[in-house]
């Protein structure tokens, strides 16, 4: 009875000293990285090198889902109401600080429904032209469109897009009338664009670069306020005459609020890494890994929340 007792308190004692499932170490299971966009498109390609990555470091499957829909409102509405553990985070774009103002009836807000974890990836995107159009230079373009009001037109991805916005935003610095035809996406812009229905259009430099390359558009300037080393031999906004023009199309991750603040820094330290190691796979995209403190992360999406704003107001745009 004795030796039966002695050898209960030692189980005891050991399983005192093992993890409990309750306080498994975080991540214990598949982490869930959701996109607002379709596969193939460049936060979605951006993601997969993230979540291959990630899942190396984290020693974790890290599953890639795309959710599109409602101008990646849909994404966005899904994550705000995840469990606040950890699990299922957000892939955040220019995008969500545009639809802050956009949408006027949202069910979710960008600044409380979430945290910001950490940034991956700064890209750009170009201004371009057909390339055998008239404009070598921002220079050119602005004379013509100011010496035709109202009749120089520019393409986008769609109503609201950040295609669309860094036109409007070119046009309110530049202090000129240029017509928006949006397009559903950007390659119908870019047929349309190649056939001189429309004169210029902003666009992602991933899928612009090689169509510059091969000589078929000419670009005229890229849009961050500091040039991509992928990007050198093209002018920023800023340096070809548009003074203060900056678009940076930041790329990040974000959790539903109330996500563990230990599980908010083992992602930062790990998706920081993973950015870096990914550096070299950036470039071609047409970006570059830039990490930052979630505090910072946040102060970022601040300022772009009230830039866009800014802009939306001033050119009056809604889509509800």
């Known amino acids: 009875m004795r030796r039966s007792l002695i050898a209960c308190c030692l189980l005891l004692i050991l399983a005192a000293g093992l993890p409990s499932p309750a306080r498994a170490a975080y991540p214990d299971r598949p982490i869930h990285l959701i996109v607002p966009f379709s596969p193939g498109g460049g936060v979605d390609v951006i993601t997969r090198l993230l979540a291959h990555r990630l899942s190396e470091r984290l020693n974790q499957v890290v599953i890639v889902e795309n959710r599109p829909g409602g101008g990646a409102n849909i994404a966005n509405q899904y994550v705000a109401n995840a469990a606040a553990d950890g699990y299922t985070l957000l892939m955040y774009s220019p995008a969500a ?18 945290v910001p974890v950490a940034s991956v990836l700064s890209g750009a995107l170009l201004l371009v032209v057909a390339a055998d159009s008239k404009f070598h230079d921002v ?73 510059v390359q091969s000589g ?69 995209l047409g970006g570059q890994a830039v990490t930052m403190s979630p505090q910072e992360f946040g102060a970022l999406i601040a300022s772009q929340i009230a830039k866009w704003a800014g802009v939306i107001t001033k050119a009056k745009i809604h889509v509800d």
Request: proline content about 6%; cysteine-free.
């Open 97 to 114: 600080a545009i639809n802050a103002s956009l949408y006027q009836n949202l069910t979710y807000n960008l600044k409380t429904d979430f």
């Open 216 to 284: 078929q558009l000419r670009a005229l300037a890229q849009t961050p306020i500091s040039k991509l080393p992928e990007l050198s031999n093209i002018p920023t906004m800023d340096q070809a005459g548009v003074p203060g023009y900056d678009v940076s199309t930041t790329i990040g991750v974000l959790a539903p609020k109330g996500t563990p603040a230990g599980a908010i820094t083992l992602l930062n330290t790990e998706i920081s890494a993973s950015a870096h190691d990914l550096d070299a796979r950036f470039g071609p």
């Open 139 to 211: 220079h050119d373009l602005i004379a013509a469109a100011k010496a035709k009001p109202g009749e120089l037109n520019f393409a986008s991805a769609g109503i609201g897009s950040t295609e669309h916005l860094a036109g409007e935003l070119f046009a309110q610095i530049a202090g000129i009338d240029v017509v928006h035809v949006p397009y559903k996406g950007t390659g119908l812009g870019l047929n349309d664009l190649l056939a001189g229905q429309v004169q210029f259009l902003f666009g992602g430099s991933a899928g612009l670069v090689p169509q």
